[in-house]
């Protein structure tokens, strides 16, 4: 029998504020209302630490199982990603989006069809790999309370910020994004404090 990861390690809390090892070099809204600014992030694992003091907000998910993806997609991507917290990743990014209803609407089959028939979503991020190491987070399983549906944390060296640029852009343009309602893109850079 397989066993199953308890939910605590599997919560991330992301933390905008004063405190914490990544600077952030800008908090752009892309689509929906913007987020109130923060100069520095904080990425904490599980449920145990307390949130600084101070915090300008506190976006909270969940990892999970991968939702859309098929057996020989799973293979390919396990394959040729990295993990995350690579030494020469000094840059990240940090993506939450929120889905209009009518995505939510939709049946799993019918969002797999948009996410990857129509919009390549799993292929265009195979290009980027390994240089772009990400980690998806469900906030939708913590509640209706949660801002976001998804936060996606990314790394990557400074030398592949253009690829990250390149590939956010074609994502962006693809039949996936006209259901994105809410988008803010946080571009971050690790330092000592």
Known sequence: ????????TRLF???GGATGPWRVEHIHCIAGE???????????PGTGAQPPQGSSW?????????????????????????????????RAALIP???????????????REIFEAQSRHIGIGMQYLPAIARRL?????????????????????????AAFDELVKVLRAS??????????????VQEEV
Request: hydrophobic content about 40%; aromatic content about 10%; charged content about 30%.
């Open 137 to 161: 987070h469900h906030c939708r399983d913590l509640g209706h309370e949660e801002p976001f549906d998804f936060l996606t944390w990314f790394e990557y060296a400074s030398s592949d910020s």
């Open 175 to 188: 039949p996936e994004w006209e259901y994105v309602d809410r988008e803010i893109d946080i571009r971050l």
């Open 58 to 90: 506190i976006l909270r998910g969940i990892t999970s199982n991968e939702r859309y993806v098929v057996r020989e997609e799973k293979s390919a991507l396990v394959s040729k990603q990295e993990g995350l917290g690579r030494p020469d990743s000094k």
């Open 1 to 8: 029998m397989q066993s199953i990861t308890p939910p605590a």
């Open 34 to 44: 913007p987020m109130t600014a923060a100069s520095r992030l904080v990425v904490i």
């Open 13 to 15: 809390t992301f933390v």
């Open 97 to 111: 989006i929120r889905k209009k209803a009518v995505w939510w609407a939709l049946a799993q089959d019918e969002r």
